[in-house]
């Protein structure tokens, strides 16, 4: 199964799961002042999840945007978690201590703060790309090498091409 008929299968099997879910991919810039405009589509569900922004922080190499409601629910599952392990208490003080809210002003744009673009090396082409309960600001080279590095994946991992064949995929 190709990369292109995943997704085709995702989409159809997503589009169940509700209307207030990030979706799809969307090109564009970061101009030299660090903001990016939001896809209406995702605006939408911003409005819906809280306000007219989003909190973002740092993984995987890229930044993950969350609703406030959404955020709100992540704050209190770490705060419900114990944190007793060493590596647990540092990704708490980084994912939490690197958050930032970002509002979206009248033309749809959120400023990224200069850290997190440094992190993912945001600099000029960047892809949006929603993950149902959030969306990730990744730099344009970084997405087309996880689309080659899934393909890989795809090619040579069977219990990979199982896990997605337990999806029904």
């Known amino acids: 199964m190709t990369l292109?008929?995943?997704?085709?299968?995702?989409?159809?099997?997503?589009?169940?799961?509700?209307?207030?879910?990030f979706r799809?991919?969307?090109?564009?810039?970061?101009d030299p002042k660090g903001r990016i405009i939001i896809p209406s589509r995702f605006r939408d569900i911003l409005k819906e999840g809280g306000g007219d922004g989003v909190v973002v922080s740092q993984m995987d190499q890229c930044v993950v945007a969350y609703t406030f409601d959404e955020w709100s629910k992540i704050?209190?599952?770490?705060?419900?978690?114990?944190?007793?392990?060493?590596?647990?208490?540092?990704?708490?003080?980084?994912?939490?201590?690197g958050?930032?809210?970002?509002?979206?002003?009248?033309?749809?744009?959120?400023?990224?703060?200069?850290?997190?673009?440094?992190?993912?090396?945001?600099?000029?082409?960047?892809?949006?790309?929603?993950?149902?309960?959030?969306?990730?600001?990744?730099?344009r080279e970084r997405w087309e090498n996880e689309h080659l590095t899934l393909e890989e994946d795809m090619v040579n991992e069977e219990e990979f091409r199982n896990e997605i064949a337990n999806l029904g995929l």
């Open 4 to 21: 292109s008929e995943i997704n085709v299968l995702l989409v159809s099997k997503v589009d169940n799961c509700g209307d207030n879910m």
């Open 24 to 30: 799809g991919s969307s090109f564009h810039t970061i």
């Open 99 to 139: 958050a930032c809210e970002c509002h979206c002003d009248k033309q749809g744009r959120i400023l990224i703060p200069p850290n997190l673009r440094q992190y993912a090396n945001l600099e000029k082409e960047i892809v949006l790309v929603g993950v149902l309960d959030h969306f990730e600001i990744s730099s």
């Open 75 to 97: 704050e209190s599952r770490i705060l419900a978690t114990a944190t007793k392990s060493e590596k647990m208490r540092r990704f708490r003080r980084v994912f939490i201590g």
